[in-house]
T-cell receptor, first 113, second 113 residues
Framework: KQEVTQIPAALSVPEGENLVLNCSFT??????LQWFRQDPGKGLTSLLL?????REQTSGRLNASLDKSSGRSTLYIAASQPGDSATYLC????????????FGQGTRLTINP | DGGITQSPKYLFRKEGQNVTLSCEQN?????MYWYRQDPGQGLRLIYY???????QKGDIAEGYSVSREKKESFPLTVTSAQKNPTAFYLC????????????FGPGTRLTVT
C-alpha cells in the first residue's frame, strides 16, 4: 500500500530565504507526482506535476524534483515571500486504476516578513 | 472561465439527516473525484467516476453515496450512516489525456451537530 510522508509538518523561515520541502513515498511504481498549495479554508491549487519519466519541473520560483528509485521528491522555493505562506501537499498518482492520488499530510509553511 | 464549483461553501446539519454536496465542472473532464480532509491529515478518496453512469468506491466510501448522470456533475450524499461526517469535502476532476493533472474545487465545509 502506497504511503506518502511529508516532513517537517511545519516550517517557519524569514523572508528571502531559499527553502526545500520534502516528500517521500514507499512504492516507486507511480504514474506521476503533483505538488499542491492550500490556503486556509480553501481548495487545492496545482503547482507542479512531474511525470514518472521526468526528473524535475520548474515554474517561476518553484522547482520540483523526483527520484523514483529512492522514493523522494523535493519542492524548492527560491527567494521566499510572505505570500508563499500556505500548506504544501504532495500527492502520488498510482500506476493502476483511474490515476487515484495518495496524499501526504502536508507541510505548513510560514514566511516571516 | 473554466473551473470546478462546489456549493454550498458552508453546510450545517443535524445528526441523522442526509445531506448532498454539489460539484460541477466545465472543464470537459471525464474523471471526477471526491475527497475528505480532516484537520492535520492529508486528503482521503471517497468515490471517483471515470465516465458518466459509472463510479467506484475509494478508500473511505462507507456512509457516502454518489451519482454521475451528467459529465459535468458529480454530487456527493453524506448519509446518516457516516459516523463522523464533520469535515472539509473537496471535489476534483482530471484531464482526459496527457499528464492526468487533477484540478480541485474550493471545497465545502460540513458541520454536523
Amino acid at each position: 500500500k502506497q504511503e506518502v510522508t511529508q516532513i517537517p509538518a511545519a516550517l517557519s523561515v524569514p523572508e528571502g530565504e531559499n527553502l526545500v520541502l520534502n516528500c517521500s513515498f514507499t512504492d516507486s511504481a507511480i504514474y506521476n507526482l503533483q505538488w499542491f498549495r492550500q490556503d486556509p479554508g480553501k481548495g487545492l491549487t496545482s503547482l507542479l506535476l512531474i511525470q514518472s519519466s521526468q526528473r524535475e519541473q520548474t515554474s517561476g520560483r518553484l522547482n520540483a524534483s523526483l527520484d523514483k528509485s529512492s522514493g523522494r521528491s523535493t519542492l524548492y522555493i527560491a527567494a521566499s515571500q510572505p505570500g508563499d505562506s500556505a500548506t504544501y501537499l504532495c500527492a502520488v498518482g498510482r500506476l493502476q486504476g483511474a490515476q487515484k492520488l495518495v496524499f501526504g499530510q502536508g507541510t505548513r509553511l510560514t514566511i516571516n516578513p | 472561465d473554466g473551473g470546478i464549483t462546489q456549493s454550498p461553501k458552508y453546510l450545517f446539519r443535524k445528526e441523522g439527516q442526509n445531506v448532498t454536496l454539489s460539484c460541477e465542472q466545465n472543464l470537459n473532464h471525464d474523471a471526477m473525484y471526491w475527497y475528505r480532509q480532516d484537520p492535520g491529515q492529508g486528503l482521503r478518496l471517497i468515490y471517483y467516476s471515470q465516465i458518466v453512469n459509472d463510479f467506484q468506491k475509494g478508500d473511505i466510501a462507507e456512509g457516502y453515496s454518489v451519482s454521475r448522470e451528467k459529465k459535468e456533475s458529480f454530487p456527493l450524499t453524506v448519509t446518516s450512516a457516516q459516523k463522523n461526517p464533520t469535515a472539509f469535502y473537496l471535489c476534483a476532476s482530471r484531464k482526459t489525456s496527457g499528464s492526468f493533472e487533477q484540478y480541485f474545487g474550493p471545497g465545502t465545509r460540513l458541520t454536523v451537530t
